[in-house]
């Protein structure tokens, strides 16, 4: 998540993901010409199985329940305005859209699926 950097944390993996953004929008003015889209899609926290082994753990740890847990992951993200992390299934359904003809059009473009902890303009 290039655009939001935590000091203490993230500064080496944000960078990392700002050095992808720029490389595939020049990737996508390369290739787009051939008929290949280049297209980003940026999850946030995704409740995956192993994500909620990671809340059952940190509640144990803080003597919480898994929702104590799930709450301790959503603040060290600065919150997420949603209230939830995303379902497996919305990012599938995302990735789905914009792998089909209906999204033909799209290139060099990313897509932030993460119950709005990072603002987009």
């Known amino acids: 998540m290039s655009q939001l950097p935590l000091p203490d944390a993230t500064t080496a993996y944000a960078a990392a993901k700002a050095a992808l953004s720029t490389y595939s929008k020049s990737l996508s003015k390369q290739v787009s010409p051939h008929g290949v889209r280049v297209v980003r899609v940026s999850p946030g926290w995704i409740e995956t199985e192993a ?6 753990r940190l509640a144990a740890d803080h003597g919480g329940d898994i929702e104590h847990g799930r709450r301790m992951i959503m ?3 600065g ?3 949603l209230g939830r992390p995303s379902k497996p299934e ?7 859209f914009l792998a089909s003809d209906r999204a033909g059009s799209i290139t060099g473009a990313e897509y932030v699926i993460d119950g709005g902890t990072v603002p987009t303009a």
Request: avoid cysteine; glycine fraction near 6%; hydrophobic fraction near 55%.
């Open 79 to 81: 919150g997420i305005p």
């Open 75 to 77: 603040e060290s993200l």
């Open 90 to 96: 919305e990012a599938a359904s995302l990735v789905a």
């Open 51 to 56: 994500s909620l082994d990671l809340a059952t």
